[in-house]
């Protein structure tokens, strides 16, 4: 082969190499997505489509249960319903948990009916509150709380800024003061208190709640929790539980 005949060969593979390699970036340029966890596709080691193995969102919702559900009188025809919630994953919570509460006679009737969202963290038992049900002239006699579908995520658990360092009953004024402390160094936002009270039985006998929409960098404040009619058992032991989002 003559060296006219050779240059014009190594042109032509050097032009056709050339296409090649355009034709090879266009098509990465264009269709070719390195795997993530949001792009409709069972890749990576994912356990589901985009969920599981390396992804944060979890393929199977854990078995959220209430230990207990309970409803309260706060007057006449107004009761408070409250539940103690347990997320049994250690390792992950939902910020939008779906649930709703269902309040029933002693027919087994239903007299109302509340839903709701909250954030459930990992590990966490917590309560669970809704305020002044309405339910005219009738009493609840059983209270239930179910829950729908939630994204669930691996996350920690990190400690609840507030605490309450001590708390004093009140029995005849019907009231409970809880003083609470912000032990980090920065100011706490959307903290809320929920108080407990029960019999010597360990039942539910009331309960209350308040908020709080800021506490100061290594603040403190008392928090006063108060009830309109006489408790109905003598109060053996209160709880109070802190939850800041």
């Keep these: 082969m003559r060296w006219a005949e050779k240059r014009q060969t190594l042109y032509a593979g050097i032009i056709f190499l050339g296409v090649v390699l355009i034709l090879v970036g266009a098509w990465f340029l264009f269709f070719f997505r390195l795997p993530t966890c949001s792009d409709g596709i069972l890749n990576q080691n994912e356990g589901g489509i985009d969920c599981g193995g390396v992804c944060a969102t979890l393929c199977q919702a854990p078995r959220v249960s209430a230990l207990w559900a309970r409803s309260v009188m706060v007057a006449p025809g107004v009761y408070h319903a409250v539940a103690l919630v347990r997320n049994p994953e250690s390792s992950a919570g939902t910020e939008a948990l779906p649930y709703t509460f269902q309040v029933f006679d002693a027919k087994n009737i239903l007299i109302a009916?509340?839903?709701?969202?909250?954030?459930?963290?990992?590990?966490?038992v917590v309560p669970l509150f809704e305020a002044n049900i309405l339910t005219g002239e009738r009493i609840p006699a059983r209270t239930f709380i179910t829950f729908g579908n939630a994204v669930w995520v691996k996350m920690e658990r990190t400690a609840e800024p507030i605490q309450i360092t001590s708390r004093t009953l009140d029995a005849d004024a019907l009231s409970l003061t809880a003083h609470i402390e912000n032990k980090t160094a920065l100011p706490v936002y959307g903290t809320t208190l929920t108080a407990l009270l029960y019999d010597a039985d360990d039942i539910l006998i009331t309960a209350s709640q308040t908020k709080f929409d800021s506490l100061p960098a290594k603040g403190s404040e008392d928090a006063v929790f108060t009830w309109q009619e006489p408790f109905p058992k003598e109060v053996v032991r209160t709880d109070i539980v802190a939850r800041t989002k």
């Design 113 to 124: 009916e509340r839903r709701g969202v909250m954030f459930l963290y990992p590990g966490e």
